[in-house]
């Protein structure tokens, strides 16, 4: 009888553990340089959004079996969608967004669709695919425009998009189709909106992806001593 219940709860610890272990989440060396150039409250905000979306893209990226990597999403939409004091306490992204939070940003409706998001990028290989991750994983973008209320969210929706792709394609997956959308990328909103010194780390990130959506060079290493001085400038003076 105790080894049957032993038995049970090791099989249930199976089962939460994959839910809760956080895979090492990647971040691209844009964004670490990026989130370096904002004032203390653009800092926090990045440190948390862009680690809540490299935890989601861990699961993804990482993933061996898609429905286990299903559940692990569903767990986290389910859980940024309870209050604070029923979530899992002891988890830092969860534990990094709560200032956010506490500054009015709803974590459910800005970061459900990075979720969603990311679970459409389980099937790369399809074009409808790629597009739903796009503007999934994009929506994190969007997701600061509480810090800089003038700023147009389609505007920063826009650059999400399009950084949510180059980002795929630079340092995590290739496919046709999402070569196919990085190549019809050329998003306008990349170069349109000129963006206040508070959101100085996403204006980094769009020149960076204009650049190589630009030149059209996925395949040349990112991040020579041009492009670093150049991003470097436009982070100390907005130029």
């Not at 209050?83 to 967004?97: D, F, G, I």
């Amino acid at each position: 009888m105790v080894t049957a219940i032993f038995t049970l709860i090791r099989r249930g610890f199976w089962w939460i553990a994959p839910l809760m272990q956080a895979p090492k989440p990647p971040v691209s060396p844009l964004v670490t340089l990026a989130s370096s150039y904002g004032d203390a409250q653009m800092r926090v905000w990045c440190q948390a959004l862009f680690a809540f979306d490299a935890q989601i893209a861990g699961i993804v990226l990482q993933a061996r079996e898609a429905m286990l990597a299903q559940i692990r999403l569903q767990w986290w939409h389910d859980v940024i969608g309870k209050p604070a004091s029923e979530r899992p306490s002891a988890n830092p992204v969860l534990a990094a967004l709560l200032p956010l939070e506490a500054q009015g940003l709803d974590l459910q409706s800005a970061l459900g669709p990075v979720i969603r998001g990311w679970e459409a990028a389980l099937e790369l290989e399809d074009g409808a695919a790629v597009a739903e991750f796009a503007e999934g994983r994009g929506a994190l973008i969007a997701a600061f425009q509480p810090l800089a209320p003038m700023v147009s969210r389609d505007d920063l929706a826009g650059i999400g998009k399009a950084w949510a792709l180059w980002d795929m394609a630079r340092f995590h997956r290739r496919t046709p189709a999402l070569d196919a959308a990085v190549k019809a990328a050329g998003d306008p909103t990349l170069a349109s909106p000129r963006l206040p010194r508070k959101l100085r780390p996403i204006s980094m990130i769009a020149r960076a992806v204009r650049l190589d959506f630009a030149q059209g060079q996925m395949d040349r290493p990112w991040g020579g001593p041009g492009v670093f001085l150049g991003l470097v400038w436009h982070g100390l003076t907005g130029r």
